[in-house]
C-alpha cells in the first residue's frame, strides 16, 4: 500500500487549496483515508478522514472551511481548503487503514499506512 499526497504550496490567507491523496494497493472505497497536518513544535492534528467511502468526518477545528471528496475511479480522496489562515500552515499528511472503526478516526494510531506529507504554507 502506497500513499501519495500532493497539492500544497504558499497561498495567502483567504485563499484555497486542494490537496490529493492518491492510493496504489488498496481501493479508497473500502479504506478509511484520513487527512493530518502537523505544524513546527506541535502535535500532529486529525483534519478529516473519508470514512470507508460512506461519509466524512471533519473536525469542528475546520469545519466550514475543509471538505472532503473522493474519486473512486482515480482512487483519489480529495482534501479542500477554502478561507485558508496563517495557523493552517503545516505539513499535511493522508493516511488510510481498513480497521478504522467510527471512535478512532481521529486518531493517527488507528492508521497504518501513510503519505510522505505536503507542505502548506499560508501567509498573513
Known amino acids: 500500500v502506497q500513499l501519495q499526497a500532493s497539492g500544497g504550496g504558499l497561498v495567502q490567507a483567504g485563499g484555497s487549496l486542494r490537496l490529493a491523496c492518491v492510493a496504489s494497493?488498496?481501493?479508497?472505497?473500502?479504506?478509511?483515508v484520513g487527512w493530518f497536518r502537523q505544524a513546527p513544535g506541535k502535535d500532529r492534528e486529525f483534519v478529516g478522514a473519508?470514512?470507508?467511502?460512506?461519509?466524512?468526518v471533519i473536525p469542528e477545528s475546520v469545519k466550514g472551511r475543509f471538505t472532503i471528496s473522493r474519486v473512486n475511479a482515480k482512487n483519489t480522496v480529495y482534501l479542500q481548503m477554502n478561507s485558508l489562515r496563517p495557523e493552517d500552515t503545516a505539513v499535511y499528511y493522508c493516511a488510510s487503514s481498513s480497521s478504522v472503526i467510527r471512535s478512532n478516526v481521529a486518531s493517527q494510531t488507528a492508521y497504518a499506512n501513510w503519505g510522505q506529507g505536503t507542505l502548506v504554507t499560508v501567509s498573513s
Open positions: 494497493g488498496h481501493s479508497s472505497s473500502t479504506y478509511t
Open positions: 473519508n470514512f470507508r467511502g460512506q461519509y466524512t
